[in-house]
């Protein structure tokens, strides 16, 4: 496994994005609405996108650096 897994925050993104994929997609909505619904889908993906990509960050601190910003878009 790799060590993302593991982590309880990003299951719980991981999860919040799913559940926030399935909303949008019952939504109807017209076309000028429609980058809002991309917006959203884009926001709630990044904190787990996030995190899985900067695991791999060379530190500790560079890590929780990661984690901070990932904070910021929930």
Known sequence: TFA?????????????AIDLF???DGI???QKHYEL???FESSCSF???NI??????YSKKEFKQ???IAMVFV
């Open 4 to 16: 993302f897994e593991d982590l309880v925050v990003y299951h719980r993104a991981l999860d919040f």
């Open 22 to 24: 399935n909303a949008i």
């Open 28 to 30: 109807r909505t017209p």
């Open 37 to 39: 619904n991309e917006q």
């Open 47 to 49: 904190v787990a996108l």
């Open 52 to 57: 899985v990509e900067d695991k791999g960050s």
């Open 66 to 68: 990661f984690l901070y």
